[in-house]
């Protein structure tokens, strides 16, 4: 369980709704990530995959907050995207991630620093 909160603890104005962007490949761990970040007052755009996150900022989307799942088998393409696109535009990433290899950790310093 995680709580959310956004602005400093303040409530969100009522004509405006943060963006986050999921990127979820498991579907029932991503309903229920969705609805619970909806009733929080977010607008959600969800992705199945890295690329297609990529594809989405391509088109012109830019969310205030990207939730990014990492495969523990193979994190490295998602950390591969997220370089992409901070070049673009920073936008702040939460990794979701149940394991790591320890030397995955040293290619989030690169991203987060």
Known sequence: MFRVYNHAHKKMPRNKRNIVLLI???DQY???R???LETKGFSVIS???PQSAIEAIHSGMYPDLML???DPEDPTPALEVVRKIQLQKEIPVVF???SLPEETFEGL?????
Do not use: Y
Not at 109 to 113: G, K, L, M, V, Y
């Open 24 to 26: 979820e490949r498991e």
């Open 30 to 32: 991503k309903s229920s």
């Open 34 to 36: 969705i609805q619970f």
């Open 47 to 49: 992705e199945n995959s």
């Open 68 to 70: 990014m799942e990492l």
């Open 96 to 98: 979701l991630f149940s």
């Open 109 to 113: 310093e690169d991203i987060t620093s």
